[in-house]
């Protein structure tokens, strides 16, 4: 079975902004079974550490959530995004912001 994220994204109107697609994940995330969430949960990390720079900045939009659960792993891979994709520079600073507002900078 195809993965719920990858197919919705191959699916979704192109009129879509990201930002709209990536609030539609995260409404998703609440609404359906844990199976589905963890679906999207793969696909949301597959997006930020492979080579597609939209999926990356929709992945990047979900803002609801973390994709890792720790702040050593989540600065290495938007230091690869930043890296790879300098204009996704604000969003990789939007989310690390998000993690030490919730967590704190310490927290790994």
Known sequence: MENIAEFLFSRRARALPDQGF???LEELMWA???EMVDQIISARRRWLEEN???KA???LL???SFPYDSRSRLV???EQIRGKWPELEKECTTTLAAWDRCFGSNHS
Do not use: K, P, W
């Open 32 to 34: 359906l079974d844990e």
């Open 76 to 78: 290495e891979v938007l």
């Open 52 to 54: 597609s720079m939209e």
């Open 22 to 24: 990536a609030e539609i």
């Open 57 to 59: 900045r929709i992945a």
């Open 62 to 64: 979900m803002r609801e």
